[in-house]
């Protein structure tokens, strides 16, 4: 079964992004995929804006999950970072978002890069799963939280997923 954690290394998850509105933001992001991606920092960022500008990639419950399709990548990868004051990103509440998660995919894999960003709404929809990751002390406990929350929601080996 699919896990997002399987694109998602502790490296690439950052505490306290810094960036003061959404362009700074997409840079931030495309700085924790860039080198394991492929794509250049800049490149990256410009097509993590190209895609926000064609609709806001903003859930409900302050998260926002930019991401893209780039020739140049050379596998899926994704980030997350945390923006401790909250940044408006056009959410659909037109909140502020804290969570956010990059995402970045080789153009020959849609359909594996449209079940991740599944994955990734379908665990950051969870209230008390995102308020433990605004808490937690550690990118390492952020994954943590991330891995334990896919086994709950994962159906074991040979049971089917409407089981649990």
Known sequence: MLRWTEFLDVEAIRLSLHARDRVEVLHELAGLMSAR???PQRE???HLLAREQLGATAMEGGVAVPHCRHARA???VTCLGIHRSGLA???PEDGLVRIFVGLVSPP???GLHLNVLSRIATLLSD???RAELLAAPSAGAIRALLVSAEEAHLPLPNEP???R
């Open 37 to 39: 991606a492929g794509v």
């Open 44 to 46: 990256l960022a410009v």
């Open 74 to 76: 050379g596998r899926i």
């Open 89 to 91: 990103f056009g959410a």
């Open 108 to 110: 020959d894999t849609a």
């Open 127 to 129: 209230a008390r799963l």
């Open 161 to 163: 997923a409407h089981a």
